[in-house]
């Protein structure tokens, strides 16, 4: 995979878009790169599922309680950023896998900016998108970067 966009759009049509019919909803938050958007509106336009954005406060924070009352049983799919590139605001991706997982629903993740942090301003390689639920996860995915490194 060449980049976080390529790796959403592959999630998004390849994992997400077979799990979905019309009337499912998709969980995004108000500050998502364009590469965490365009691939939902498409599988909206395709399939009918509805978008319902999580809210963000005057201070650029996520609303958590907003966030989690948007869940209901037609939410099929959850998909942040863990820190926003316009923002730098740092999301609360524990808690808010915690939520989506208490619904029983599947969370992806943005990880191109936390993981460019991680490696500080000499990291010039984008990194590609993962699956990552739990901070063991995340530990695991920065060593196997270090190591290309
Ligand atoms: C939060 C976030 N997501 C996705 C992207 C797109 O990343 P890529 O260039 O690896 O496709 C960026 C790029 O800056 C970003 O900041």
């Given at each position: ?44 336009q ?56 208490g ?19 000499k ?27």
């Amino acid at each position: 995979m060449r980049g976080t966009t390529e790796g959403i759009n592959l999630a998004a049509q390849s994992y997400v878009k077979p799990l979905l019919s019309a009337g499912d909803e998709i969980i995004p938050t108000h500050f998502e790169h364009h590469a965490n958007i365009v691939p939902w509106q498409m599988i909206a336009q395709e399939t009918g599922v509805l978008i319902k954005v999580a809210p963000v406060d005057d201070t650029g924070q996520i609303i958590l309680s907003r966030y989690a009352e948007l869940f209901s049983h037609r939410t099929k799919f959850v998909s942040v950023t863990h820190v926003s590139n316009a923002l730098g605001t740092i999301t609360p991706v524990r808690e808010m896998v915690q939520i989506a997982h208490g619904h029983g629903v599947r969370i992806l993740i943005d990880g191109a900016q936390p993981i460019l942090r991680r490696f500080g301003p000499k990291a010039t390689v984008r990194p590609t998108i993962a699956f990552y639920n739990t901070t063991e996860e995340i530990d695991k995915l920065a060593s196997a970067i270090r190591e290309l490194a």
